[in-house]
């Protein structure tokens, strides 16, 4: 049995028949998706959200492929634009590791490594959106880097990301 990591999570997880791929850098999403669909013999825009709003699009965690159970897929792919400061490709990264983690059941590892690096207690079947809960694993890939998220620029529209903001200083145990 093989291992699946997360670069910017910094986790391991066994693999269960899964296909993960970080395809990295991409020029456009659009057309990564369009290659995507071709590759695995989807009509063109199959795979395309039309609920996806603006600033989404700067970067997808796409689950597809065999439904092994509720939201879990066998096939995952994350991309995403490069964005001018490295806090944010940060951020952006471990945003879209934490979706393709969810989609492969393998929230329990970040929440382990929340409370042993970090000592926040936080349990994802308790967060009711999706956007939050990758909105943690952003969090916790910035302070594991020593950056502070409140200093972050890159989405400061983000309602998610202050919610995830207050809801990871909340969880945390003081010592
Ligand atoms: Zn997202």
Redesign the pocket.
């Known amino acids: 049995m093989g291992k699946i990591r997360f670069e910017i999570l910094g986790i391991e997880i066994p693999n269960q028949n899964f296909e993960f791929t970080d395809l990295g850098y991409v020029d456009s999403i659009k057309e990564t998706i369009r290659k995507l669909e071709k590759k695995h013999g989807y009509e063109e825009g199959e795979l395309q959200n039309p609920k996806q709003s603006l600033k989404?699009t700067i970067?997808?965690?796409k689950g597809f492929g065999e439904l092994i159970s509720n939201n879990i897929f066998k096939n995952n792919y994350i991309f995403y634009l490069k964005q001018n400061k490295e806090e944010d490709n940060i951020h952006l990264r471990a945003?879209?590791e934490?979706?393709a983690l969810e989609h492969m059941n393998g929230l329990s590892h970040l929440e382990k490594n929340l409370l042993e690096n970090q000592k926040v207690k936080i349990k994802f079947k308790e967060i009711r959106k999706?956007?939050v809960r990758?909105?943690i694993g952003a969090i916790y890939a910035l302070i594991q880097r020593g950056i502070i998220p409140s200093k972050i620029s890159c989405f400061p529209w983000d309602f998610?990301f202050r919610r995830a903001k207050k809801l990871y200083y909340k969880l945390k145990i003081s010592d």
Do not use: F, I, K, V
């Open positions: 989404r970067g997808l965690a945003h879209e934490t979706h999706s956007e990758a909105e998610d």
